[in-house]
């Protein structure tokens, strides 16, 4: 089941904490056939848990402070892309060459969004650099989907012919990943325990102190480390400068975090590493499994120059099997194991309303870090930490589809973002929703910036902090727009082991959850994090900057 109590035993967590969690559920959040909405709260709820638990102890505290998941904060934060506006400009997602293509046989799914993909996806097909859309569509229809599929991938890009859930199950890959946990976690080595300082003050960062090396991409694995910057750590990023970024992804996943660039190829920039692990406490890794081993950066080869040290590694299919060492990505994932055919029909691919793969293993693996932190004031110990989106996905395929009240027409009770047209090539719900939610979102802050909605949606006004943010809504981390949601303990007249629900409004705007902040790249609407806790941040403490341009030193 995709609940809570199955996302904190996967990280560890002792069962009876799951009565510290409350939710404030809301019709109309993050609907699909998948229990999508489901999936994305026991993430956002166990990260939470783990945070508070983590706080807890460091402030000594007699309790474990109460959790607070909302759907709609859960939602917002699920398609924090597509609600980022920078000075009033909505960023673009996705490249015209990553989409959905007919193939001679059915469909396959690419991903073009950095020049060497492109390159390399372009290359495999025998075609210009300057191919148009139409010239790739017609080569790709006189093929079969696992033809283009092995092609793509033999030439280093990106293709994913889609397969139903059952040819999954089938598949070497598939068969690999459901016999792994949801968190794999190993203990490396006999540390002495890790000496946290007490905490005090106000807001509770359970992470404060903890020094964070961030090498992830994307989005899955900049959201956990960006949960860990809003929960008080030292997040570092560091990107090879050989390679691009796009800065509006960077502007929505770097909030809070600082972010440098080092050639490790270079003894200089080599010698700045190896001094910014000798004092890391956690280093987090996004790549395809084993392409950074050649650095000396697997997690054995760190932990025996950093004793101590929690590794967390991220990947699109995990480290394992036939798949193993292939690149990937949320939208291709979903093609590969069965979930764009269940959110479709068999003639019109379809998707998920969020990237619920990349943000709900974000969440996860910021979760674990924060467990095996607390683990290790206990007991000690390195330890490496392994998830992976496929393995997310057969979580979430588990409880099968039908969720959405599907009708013998297959479209009643389905998002908008979901469906797809079939001359729509590539009309998924990634590239199609930011500009719904970007246009529908709109919402009109304290200081009178206005987002072309209704004033009326706004209940109340926030207050400003340092860095020029507006709330459009007080404290919506903390309480949503249900004020009455929160009043109780949450742990009160509930059976052991359960968390509270309450019933909150329905989820049609997601204003309450989104705020403007001033920062060096523009001014940014952003939403806030749906992680939250009692005494808890509410924001982060400082705004994305230029990638690339901070200095390769701790804070």
């Known amino acids: 089941m995709t609940d809570i109590k199955m996302a904190w035993a996967a990280l560890g967590g002792e069962p009876a904490l799951v009565s510290r969690v409350s939710t404030v559920t809301r019709q109309g959040a993050l609907e699909a056939r998948l229990p999508v909405r489901e999936l994305a709260r026991a993430c956002v709820g166990a990260c939470a848990l783990a945070a508070a638990e983590l706080g807890a102890r460091r402030g000594g505290l007699a309790e474990v402070p109460g959790v607070r998941v909302d759907d709609g904060a859960v939602a917002t934060a699920f398609v924090s892309e597509r609600h980022l506006l920078i000075d009033g400009r909505a960023p673009v997602s996705f490249a015209p060459l990553s989409r959905f293509w007919r193939t001679a046989d059915g469909w396959v799914r690419t991903h ?61 890959q598939g068969v690999a990943v459901a016999g792994r946990p949801l968190v794999e976690r190993e203990r490396l080595d006999t540390a002495r325990a890790r000496a946290l300082p007490p905490l005090d003050g106000d807001p509770l960062l359970p992470a404060a102190g903890l020094r964070v090396l961030d090498l992830t991409r994307v989005i899955a694995g900049p959201i956990a480390t960006r949960t860990l910057a809003l929960l008080g750590a030292d997040v570092l990023r560091v990107d090879a400068p050989q390679l691009p970024e796009d800065p509006d992804a960077h502007a929505d996943t770097g909030f809070g975090k600082r972010s440098t660039r080092l050639d490790l190829d270079l003894a200089a920039d080599r010698r700045t590493f190896e001094e910014l692990l000798a004092r890391a406490d956690v280093v987090v890794t996004g790549y395809r499994p084993g392409a950074l081993d050649r650095f000396g950066l697997s997690p054995e080869a760190l932990v025996d120059r950093r004793p101590g040290l929690v590794v967390a590694q991220l990947s699109a299919w995990g480290a394992y099997g036939p798949w193993g060492d292939r690149r990937g990505f949320d939208s291709l994932v979903q093609v590969a194991t069965g979930i764009a055919a269940i959110e479709g029909a068999p003639e019109n691919p379809g998707a998920l309303p969020a990237q619920a793969l990349d943000h709900g293993t974000g969440y996860l693996l910021a979760g674990a870090v924060l467990r095996a932190v607390t683990e290790q004031s206990e007991e000690g110990y390195s330890i490496a930490l392994r998830l992976a989106l496929a393995r997310t996905a057969a979580w979430l395929m588990a409880d099968g589809g039908g969720r959405g009240g599907v009708t013998a027409e297959g479209t009643a009770g389905r998002s908008e973002q979901g469906r797809m047209t079939a001359d729509e090539l590539g009309g998924t719900a990634d590239e199609l929703g930011r500009n719904a939610h970007a246009s529908g979102a709109a919402a009109r802050g304290r200081d009178g910036t206005a987002y072309q909605q209704d004033p009326a949606a706004h209940e109340q006004s926030g207050a400003a902090d340092t860095h020029g943010t507006t709330a459009h809504a007080s404290e919506p981390a903390a309480r949503g727009r249900d004020e009455t949601a929160y009043e109780h303990d ?14 909150g409004t329905a989820y049609n ?37 230029c990638w690339g341009t901070d200095p390769a030193r701790w804070a």
């Open 509 to 545: 705007q997601p204003d309450a959850w989104l705020v403007e902040t001033d920062s060096g790249i523009g001014r940014l609407r952003h939403a806030l994090s749906p992680v939250s806790f009692d005494g808890g941040p509410s924001n982060w403490a400082r705004p994305p900057g």
């Open 490 to 503: 949450p742990a009160a007249d509930q059976p052991s082991g359960t968390a509270p629900e309450k019933r």
């Open 112 to 172: 073009a969004n950095y020049p060497h993909h492109r390159a390399r996806l372009l290359g495999a097909l025998k075609l210009p650099g300057d191919a148009s859309v139409e010239d790739v569509a017609k080569v790709l229809a006189e093929r079969s989907a696992p033809e283009v599929e092995d092609m793509v991938y033999d030439a280093g890009g990106l293709a994913v012919a889609l397969r139903t859930a059952e040819e999954w199950a089938a598949h070497p």
